[in-house]
């Protein structure tokens, strides 16, 4: 918890990491993807994670879903342990995951279905959504009709329809060309900013950590903990010309060595 200086407004740790690790065993092989890790995610952060391929950044993120279970520690959301998937967390992955049976509408309001609500009220709800990520005009549109980009905004339109208490985002962007992404990622941080909602960010790419996350945490090579917590002073909301910026330039050099010391290191340079 944490007291906003001058408002007295409290801020709430709405997620707790505490000595979080993840041990795989294959065919007799055992894999420390994450050694113990500790993170505190306050209400309405953006937190952005950064680190070489197999730090575990992806792990953590299912971890938090629910999706893989910790080989040691605890994560709790609202002091309530995970111990499974819930409707408290939303996870929107990289890969296109709608269902291709099911039309963009019926696609958003699946959760909600699950929920036992009104067809109505799905309905109203799920327009809400497609409406806020420029869909309103494709809801009876299947997922093969519809552009990498569209189906992401799908993704995030469903996941957003079920009110999580979290969002939890894996590369969400990384398959879209450079312009699609670019516009995603100003969209997202619209509509985080208008939901109030609190995200987990994993990705590659530097640029897209600084200018979408009000802290950048920065992994170690594998086994992965988080080396480095950078918080963004960059106000919000961002245009995209805040890249061009000397105080961006400042904050990528500093992540771009960071990112750099850990990948000489899984690559066994240093």
């Not at 995951?97 to 099911?102: E, M, S």
């Not at 590659?204 to 080396?227: T, Y």
């Not at 960059?234 to 060595?257: I, W």
Request: charge should be neutral; hydrophobic fraction near 40%.
């Amino acid at each position: 918890m944490a007291l906003s200086v001058g408002t007295f407004k409290l801020i709430m740790s709405i997620l707790q990491i505490s000595q979080v690790s993840k041990t795989f065993s294959t065919h007799g092989a055992v894999t420390q993807a994450l050694t113990a890790t500790d993170l505190s995610v306050d209400e309405n952060d953006f937190i952005t994670i950064l680190g070489p391929s197999g730090c575990g950044k992806s792990t953590l993120l299912r971890m938090v879903a629910g999706l893989d279970t910790p080989s040691s520690g605890e994560i709790k959301l609202e002091g309530v342990q995970v111990t499974g998937p819930g409707a408290d967390r939303g996870m929107v992955f990289q890969s296109y995951t709608l269902f291709p049976w099911l039309n963009v509408l019926e696609n958003v309001c699946f959760g909600l279905r699950e929920k036992g609500l009104p067809l109505a009220d799905q309905h109203e709800i799920a327009h809400k959504f497609l409406k806020q990520v420029g869909l309103q005009d494709f809801a009876n549109h299947f997922p093969k009709q519809l552009s990498g980009g569209m189906q992401q905004r799908t993704a995030l339109a469903r996941a957003l329809a079920n009110n999580p208490r979290i969002l939890l985002m894996d590369e969400p962007f990384g398959a879209l060309d450079h312009q699609t992404r670019e516009l995603m990622q100003e969209l997202l941080q619209d509509i985080w900013q208008s939901e109030r909602k609190t995200v987990l960010f994993v990705t590659h790419d530097i640029d897209e950590a600084i200018f979408m996350g009000n802290r950048v945490m920065v992994m170690s090579a594998r086994p992965g903990r988080i080396k480095c917590d950078l918080p963004i002073e960059l106000p919000y909301p961002r245009h995209y010309s805040v890249k061009t910026s000397p105080a961006f330039s400042e904050l990528k050099a500093r992540l771009t060595e960071e990112i750099r010391i850990e990948v000489r290191r899984a690559s066994g340079l240093s």
